[in-house]
């Protein structure tokens, strides 16, 4: 009997061994690397290959991720960042809010028209969404007199000087040259590949004047630009420099642009 005894004694042990390892089963490994989870996920600190642990997100954001804004969450089966509560649109705007100027010209052929065809543009930096990203929406604020007729302005920019090759035109339809503000919403939204870009509305009637709302009290002298062919100027000037404006020193026109991270649908 002690032979026997002594004889089964180490085999018990190898299955008890085996058990004791095989225990927790399948939902004791993690399924990214066959190690143990809790020593990986879920222990609330970032380890490597995770994104995040818990409330541990490394210190990331909404924003250092391209997005605009929102709540950057963790994903708490896989520690990944959960970027629903992340809103991928930017609202971009260089002036104050305080729209409070009619900026245009005054023909030099003695029509009293505006001085069209002219472009109206503000250039924009694009400081968080990640490249490219998409122009979907763009506002702005007529004043009198009212065109018959506009067009919305996409163009380059390399974020100094004057804007750069027009990139994109589209038609404003007859409700939205009315005086009063106006947003237009781009069936096609145009993609942007550089962070600079200008946005802007153009008239495209050589007799058909039209104001735009501008603000004085903005300080981001060098992003608003004005062509007005009628007027003198072939080429675009910037407002600071705009003929036949005394007391304009810096400003912007009043327009808003919406871009989107993420492509149309």
Known sequence: MRARSSYLKPV??????????????????????????????????VDAAED???????????????????????????CRFDTSGCDSTQTLTNHDGQCESNLGCTSTDGTGTSGNPQSIVECFNNARLGLPFFVNQVSYIIRTPAPDSLDIEVYSWTGLGQPGTLQDTIPVGPGDTTLGPHTIFLANPVQIDEPTFCVGVAGSDPEDGFRIAFSQTATSSGTAWTKTTN??????????????????????????TVIDKSPPQ
């Open 52 to 78: 995040c642990d818990e409330e541990d997100l490394g210190g990331a954001t909404c924003e250092s991720l391209g997005f605009a804004s929102g709540t950057l969450g963790c994903d708490l089966l896989t």
């Open 231 to 256: 007027c003198g100027s072939g080429g675009f000037q910037d407002v600071v420099t705009k003929l036949n404006q005394p007391g304009v020193t810096t400003g912007s026109w009043c327009i808003t």
């Open 12 to 45: 018990i042990m190898v299955v008890l061994i085996a058990a004791a390892c095989g225990g927790g089963g399948q939902d004791a490994l993690d399924p990214m690397g066959g190690l143990d989870a809790s020593f990986r996920c879920g222990n609330g600190t």
